[in-house]
């Protein structure tokens, strides 16, 4: 007989993941590590739908079980290949009868399984209660080309806690943000990942999040991360506008022109029409810092505004001259000396966000 865990539970042991919905339900948003394993196709799925909401319960049940039959042999299999110790965490929607089914095929088959109590619909709903909890913060600002994302990573290594919400959504947040990186997740993915990262840091200790506005590219942060970040005292780290453009030069100095020419069209009525013109026959000679000098008066302008306009209190360091090491010791000096004066400061703090 299975034994059924809560979510924190669940997460915590060791054995393979196995996602007993459909497909399209994986596809559309998972727990990470979590493997298909799918009882049902989306077309069957759909089909026993249909037959319980037009016939009954019990006709359903029947067709699902013509419908799987013939598979029994080879879901044992692939466990097998999967888990080659025979010890799996099982889960469907909700935690009924996919799940159910699975279970009892496999302990038959010899398998230890662990059921997450309430399926994937629980997981979910725990997770977010995850992020109402208390959790101090520091937002890294800066306008683009800053070298933020940079510094977050050199952050980590130093064994500060990371939240990098471009890294889990494949995106830096403005036109060019997606050139380079794989396809976005989901939202609902997106939020998976956060959940995950989330329950490794540790409460009392601040967490570091680079400034975003609500949208990484098609991903929201959830409101309660949002509002976290909302109420948190901002570092902002400032450096010379040569350096800016080196930075963004390596960043996007190998990118597919098309696709630079692509992403600066989508923001020529911002940029201005001749603007845009200019900066896309730089590209097209393949001379990028001028293009990008034209850009940037464009972003530096959106984000002093949005900073005049949202009266974001902020904690300037100025980076020209630091080397990497110089500036990681630099922020995590003043992020102590900010959590001294404030934890999470009461009123609302937003900082518009800019990619790296």
């Not at 692939?78 to 996919?98: E, F, I, N, S």
């Not at 350096?243 to 960043?251: D, F, P, T």
Request: glycine share 8%; charged share 20%.
């Amino acid at each position: 007989m299975p034994q059924s865990f809560s979510p924190d539970e669940f997460l915590k042991m060791s054995p393979v993941i196995l996602d007993a919905r459909s497909p399209g339900e994986y596809e559309q948003g998972h727990i990470p590590g979590a493997v298909s394993f799918s009882l049902f196709s989306n077309s069957e799925r759909a089909q026993i739908g249909t037959c319980y909401k037009q016939q009954s319960r019990e006709q359903a049940i029947d067709l699902g079980l013509e419908l799987v039959g013939p598979k029994l042999a080879q879901l044992v299999k692939t466990a097998k290949k999967l888990a080659p110790d025979r010890r799996v965490r099982l889960h469907c929607w909700r935690g009924g009868m996919r799940s159910g089914s699975l279970s009892w095929l496999l302990e038959t088959a010899g398998f230890e399984v662990s059921l997450l109590e309430g399926g994937y619909k629980a997981f979910r709903r725990w997770g977010r209660l995850q992020w109402s909890r208390s959790q101090p913060m520091i937002i890294l600002g800066g306008m683009t080309g800053t070298g933020k994302t940079h510094l977050l990573h050199h952050l980590a290594e130093r064994g500060e806690q990371v939240l990098d919400l471009e890294q889990l959504a494949n995106h830096r947040g403005s036109s060019y943000g997606s050139l380079g990186l794989p396809p976005q997740p989901t939202n609902e993915q997106f939020e998976n990942l956060i959940t995950l990262e989330w329950l490794g840091f540790d409460p009392q200790r601040p967490v570091w999040v680079e400034a975003e506005s609500r949208r990484v590219g098609i991903c929201r942060v959830p409101d309660e991360i949002f509002g976290l970040m909302s109420h948190s005292p901002v570092i902002q780290v400032e450096r010379s506008r040569s350096q800016r453009i080196k930075i963004l030069l390596e960043v996007y100095g190998s990118a597919n022109p098309d696709a630079l020419i692509a992403a600066t069209e989508r923001i020529s009525k911002k940029l201005g029409g001749q603007n845009a013109k200019a900066a896309i026959v730089h590209i097209q000679q393949g001379d990028l810092s001028p293009a990008i000098e034209l850009v940037l008066d464009y972003y530096d302008q959106t984000y002093l505004f949005d900073l005049q306009r949202r009266n974001v209190q902020i904690h300037p360091v100025i980076l020209t001259e630091l080397s990497l090491a110089e500036s990681v010791d630099l922020l995590i000096q003043k992020s102590r000396q900010l959590l001294g004066d404030f934890s999470i400061s009461s009123s609302p703090v937003q900082s518009p966000g800019e990619e790296g």
